[in-house]
């Protein structure tokens, strides 16, 4: 149902499009970040004034609203986190589960897989973060050997980001509308479904060499799988996905991917599956399914304060490691806590690795847990140890948009470890590839 007659609706966004490329044009928005701090144009810094002069005078209001409603979504987080070994049972055996998130999908665990995530794929000018920190080429090489050697791809939640708004004309307007449609309700879910399309189709256009290799060296041979992360929830939606299937072909995005063993059903539950991959948000007071509400105000003031006059820029993204602390022995290899009242804590972390695991150690059961596998914290972690120094069996893929690396997993079966973590970075034109091992509370280089 919508307001707004179809010819009318595609006339308009149409040409609300042409106009915000035609002034990006003209304000030279860059297409492609030269500097980690390009200009957004007058019109995307305009609206970012307004959104910080509204929210600065409502700020007595929306603190404490925030705050409530950070509380209500953690007393959900903690009922979620002590339902996950049953909700991991339920997508290992394709059973009902008591939380949401679990379409699962199942592939054989006897492959070869690299699991990235995080990518944080944008459209063209600020907000172009894979530009920004000088990943986009580098991302697109390496999956270039990897799909040369027949390994498949699990690109595990956040890979198109729809969070994240202003940064150009067409980001600006991207914002407006959304708002617009968003106060429209089901009054307007078609112009929603249109404008999320179209916002979709830029992000592939600003990365068509990296599709079409997804598309031609994955998807086509059935060897590119993915899940549904926070910043890219509208996958949710089935007319998303077909609008996604328009450019990978025969492309599913669900919840989890069940790697089972070989001859194993689901009959087997738990003890025919060797990992689990998902986004990892399902337990996350502020960015979870249902519970997003804080996450997404935080995103959209972040990237407005990214657009306002100032000599730097503001992060857009999480706070991460560097490849140089990777390199160095720096990155942290433990278990994420956070405060149990609000979900969160100074570093603005609202994933809590601690009681998950605590929860999972607690749960009786018949056989160990397989190997759980997530992104979204963008912190790249490999049996990270719990507070009491104990590792537990769990992988972090981390990010696709460090500063000039990224991080990922590879499963390899055929190997003495299964699971293998690696920063993946440049030297000038050399590709290198650098396995992280854990050492205690922290990742070495091997």
């Not at 000599?311 to 956070?338: H, K, W």
């Not at 809590?352 to 790249?380: C, K, Q, V, Y």
Request: aromatic share 6%; proline share 7%.
């Amino acid at each position: 149902m919508d307001i707004v007659p179809t010819p009318l609706r595609e006339a308009l966004l149409e040409r609300i499009g042409q106009v915000a490329d035609g002034i990006d044009h003209l304000l030279n928005v860059p297409a492609s970040p030269p500097a980690p701090n390009p200009s957004p144009g007058l019109p995307a810094t305009m609206w970012a004034m307004t959104k910080a002069a509204f929210g600065a005078a409502g700020l007595p209001v929306s603190v404490p609203t925030l705050a409530i409603a950070a509380q209500r979504s953690q007393r959900e987080a903690l009922r979620r986190i002590d339902a996950f070994g049953e909700h991991l049972e339920a997508l290992c055996s394709d059973g009902p589960s008591p939380l949401p998130g679990a379409r699962a999908r199942r592939a054989p665990a006897s492959g070869r897989y690299v699991i990235t995530s995080d990518l944080h794929r944008c459209i063209p000018g600020r907000l172009d973060w894979p530009a920004r920190q000088q990943t986009k080429d580098l991302y697109r090489r390496v999956l270039e050997e990897y799909a040369a050697d027949e390994w498949s791809l699990i690109e595990n939640g956040d890979v198109e980001d729809f969070w994240m708004v202003g940064g150009s004309t067409w980001g600006a307007v991207y914002d407006v509308a959304r708002l617009a449609s968003g106060a429209a309700g089901f009054l307007a879910d078609d112009t929603r479904r249109a404008l999320l399309g179209d916002h979709l189709d830029r992000i592939v256009d600003n990365n068509a060499a990296l599709y079409h290799l997804l598309d031609d060296g994955f998807a086509r041979s059935g060897r590119y799988l993915r899940t549904i992360g926070n910043h890219d929830d509208v996958f949710t939606d089935p007319a998303l996905v077909a609008r996604l299937g328009q450019h990978l072909h025969a492309v599913d995005v669900p919840d989890a991917i069940v790697l089972e063993r070989d001859g194993a059903t689901a009959d087997d539950g738990v003890s025919g599956v060797d990992a689990v991959v998902m986004h990892g948000h399902l337990t996350d007071a502020w960015n979870g399914p249902g519970l997003a509400t804080l996450g997404r105000v935080v995103t959209w003031a972040a990237t407005g304060l990214d657009d306002l006059p100032r000599p730097a820029s503001t992060a857009g993204l999480p706070e991460e490691p560097s490849p140089t602390a990777l390199l160095g022995g720096r990155g942290e290899n433990r278990l994420i806590t956070v405060d149990p009242r609000y979900g969160g804590n100074r570093r603005f972390d609202s994933l809590d690795e601690e009681r998950l695991f605590a929860s999972l150690a607690a749960a009786s059961h018949d056989h160990e847990w397989p190997w759980l596998i997530f992104g979204h914290t963008h912190f790249p972690m490999l049996r990270p140890v719990d507070a009491s120094g104990t590792p537990v069996r769990y992988a972090n893929s981390g990010c696709g948009v460090l500063t000039a690396g990224f991080t990922a997993l590879e499963w390899d079966p055929t190997a003495d470890e299964p699971i293998r973590l690696v920063l993946h970075h440049a030297d000038g034109r050399d590709l290198v590839r650098t396995e992280l091992v854990p050492d205690g509370d922290t990742l070495r280089v091997r």
